[in-house]
């Protein structure tokens, strides 16, 4: 199995930067796809972005496209997500999560693998 670990969070002003971590368990990470989603007050769990296994393909939902880049380090068993120019609407827990796959997948229902989460709150 993998463990899943985010790191990362807190709290920043609008226009800032934060970069998370998820560190990964065991030795399969490399055969996994990863993706991240987050989850504000009231609404429901949304993808944000996703790495394939190889790192080779990347894919990001509109309303992070030209802020947020994904990123992986197979040797480090690590994928990172890499935040600039906050806004408030970006406040939400942010979620790590694994998929038995070598392709980038969206939706919530092809991840095998989830961590606890991380706090990210942007302030205006």
């Known amino acids: 199995q993998v463990q899943l670990v985010e790191s990362g969070g807190g709290l920043v002003q609008a226009g800032g930067s934060l970069r998370l971590s998820c560190a990964a368990s065991?030795?399969?990470?490399?055969?996994?796809?990863m993706g991240w989603f987050r989850q504000a007050p009231g609404k429901e769990r949304e993808f944000v972005a996703a790495?394939?296994?190889?790192?080779?393909?990347?894919d990001y939902a509109d309303t992070v496209k030209g802020r947020f880049t994904i990123s992986r380090d197979n040797a480090k068993k690590t994928v990172y997500l890499q935040m600039n120019s906050l806004k408030p609407e970006d406040t939400a827990v942010y979620y790590c999560a694994a998929s038995y796959s070598a392709v980038v997948a969206t939706r919530l229902s092809r991840y095998d693998y989830w961590g606890q989460g991380t706090q990210v709150t942007v302030s205006s």
């Open positions: 790495i394939s296994w190889s790192g080779g393909s990347t």
């Open positions: 065991g030795r399969t990470f490399s055969s996994y796809a």
